[in-house]
């Protein structure tokens, strides 16, 4: 049988694609909650028009995004019994218990508020009626916490022991699962890139509205809004990357190493920023790289010495016995780079957006197009520069809100093909974790149905998601103006239904 149709090879695609397909949803879902919820608090403390239309559209779109995302995330859960059933018989224990606790309680805590917020805008005071988003978006950072917990268990496993008589993995410390330091890392890396998805979400939109001179004031707020948090969460991004890489270089060095390309050990190691060549048999040319940088990324100083793929791999058929425990070698070293770069290039455009949407920026745009007819601020030269070098910016945050996306997805396909050969490190290899009773074909079938299906939601997502983005928020009646005082609301007949605000 030919090895790149094998089960085991089939069934790791059907779960990345459906992996990488899930995890477009879950930053927009993470960040959105919370930023709709900051923006209808400023609501309820100002009273001001343009935070309850900025807070329905985003919360518009944050619905939309949540229902793509709880679909797509149900279908992972069946593979574990589908296709890796031996997995799931060796590490349900522990694997499971973090899993159980996101259903219980996180998912609980967003399935039920969500419909109280969604149905509760005329039946529920403003303040009470705000608890129920912050809700939402605790409930989804408490769940990716637990996801993340139990995805890290398996990047450096904690908290167990093997059952000699089953061969089972069972848990035996559940707060150092969830509490060791890869679960925290991750967690923290994970997060902050979430919130810069969010961010570059918002400023995107609100580009196209403003290109187009369109709700402007609120749009103006949502642009500012979507730069700060690209700019913080981008610099979070960085330095909790930092520290997941020092906590890989010692928990999987072989991992870091394949995505240096780095052959051999050396020290001080450079880091490399490309390659031309072939980095799969260690004869890269390197076009671009900063001396001893490596080092400092590995160890804090720029003269330790890195260890290099044959030494590990070496070490490692030491410890593990005869077998080849290099991942792909390309795949890790160009994941690396397309997550860096994106990353970065996210950042950088919000922090080049804060730059030229400043206060001077929006003086000249308000005379520019009437709104300002003060004499003192009479249009000059300097003062349209703003204006030209936003020309460009418009257009170019609309693909900011791609670049996250990239870049997350790049993150999870290194993360998880840089443990290969590894399903769980150390324990269990990916060719003994596949279901025996699964054939060629029937994995293959249900790789392309699931690969057709996420084709037509991606297109009833993005159809969603650009009908509603370009219909801009929506236009307050005195219901939305006037809120409730009391839980079930002010009108007195009993029997009206409650309202959907959408």
């Known amino acids: 049988m030919d090895l790149a149709l094998a089960p085991e090879t089939l069934a790791r695609w059907q779960f990345g694609i459906t992996t990488v397909y899930h995890f477009l949803f879950v930053p927009l879902t993470i960040s959105l909650a919370s930023l709709t919820a900051g923006l209808q608090t400023a609501w309820v403390r100002t009273r001001n028009e343009k935070y309850l ?13 949540i229902a793509m995302g709880v679909v797509t995330g149900i279908v992972q859960e069946f593979q574990f019994g589908m296709n890796w059933s031996d997995y799931s018989r060796f590490v349900g224990d522990v694997f499971g218990a973090p899993l159980a606790f996101e259903a219980l309680i996180a998912f609980f805590f967003e399935s039920t508020f969500i419909g109280l917020w969604i149905f509760g805008w005329d039946k529920l005071p403003p303040k009470l009626h705000l608890a129920t988003i912050w809700t939402v978006a605790v409930g989804t950072v408490i769940s990716a916490y637990f996801i993340l917990a139990a995805n890290s268990w398996m990047q450096h496993p904690v908290g167990y022991q093997i059952n000699e008589e089953s061969g089972r993995a069972e848990l035996t410390d559940f707060w150092h699962v969830l509490t060791q330091n890869t679960a925290v890392a991750q967690f923290a890396h994970t997060i902050t890139a979430a919130f810069l998805t969010g961010g570059a979400f918002m ?51 072989m991992k870091m190493a394949s995505a240096e390309a780095l052959w051999e050990t050396e020290g001080p190691a450079p880091f490399s920023l490309f390659a031309v060549g072939d980095v799969d048999q260690g004869h890269n040319v390197v076009a671009v790289e900063v001396p001893g940088l490596l080092s400092f990324l590995a160890h804090d100083n720029f003269s330790e010495p890195v260890p290099g793929i044959n030494d590990i791999n070496e070490e490692l058929q030491e410890l593990y016995g005869p077998g080849d425990y290099r991942p792909n070698i390309p795949v890790a070293y160009w994941s690396f780079r397309w997550m860096i770069g994106f990353g970065m290039a996210s950042a950088s455009l919000g922090a080049a957006g804060l730059w030229l949407t400043r206060r001077r920026f929006w003086l000249a745009e308000r005379l520019r197009t009437g ?9 000059t030269r300097n003062r349209e520069l703003p204006h ?109 239904p409650m309202a959907f605000s959408y």
């Open 53 to 65: 239309r900025a807070t329905k559209f985003w919360g518009k779109l944050f619905l939309i995004n």
């Open 203 to 253: 400023v995107g939109i609100a580009a196209y509205h403003l290109i187009r001179r369109r709700h402007t004031a609120v749009m103006r707020t949502s642009l500012r809004v979507g730069l700060i948090t690209m700019v913080v969460a981008g610099v979070l991004t960085a330095v909790s990357g930092d520290r997941l890489g020092k906590i890989m270089y010692e928990q999987q060095p």
């Open 388 to 496: 030209l070098l936003t020309r460009w910016y418009w257009r170019l945050a609309l693909l900011t809100m791609l670049f996250p996306l990239i870049a997350n997805a790049w993150g999870w396909i290194f993360t998880e093909t840089g443990r290969q050969p590894w399903v769980v490190y150390g324990l269990l290899k990916t060719e003994a974790a596949v279901s025996p009773g699964v054939s060629q074909v029937e994995v293959l079938i249900s790789l392309l149905v699931f690969t057709a299906l996420y084709a037509i939601l991606a297109v009833i997502e993005v159809r969603l998601m650009v009908k509603y983005a370009k219909a801009g928020p929506p236009e307050l009646t005195e219901s939305d103006l006037n809120p409730p005082s009391r839980i079930g609301g002010d009108d007195p007949a009993a029997d009206r």
């Open 371 to 379: 709104e300002d007819e003060r004499p003192r601020l009479a249009l």
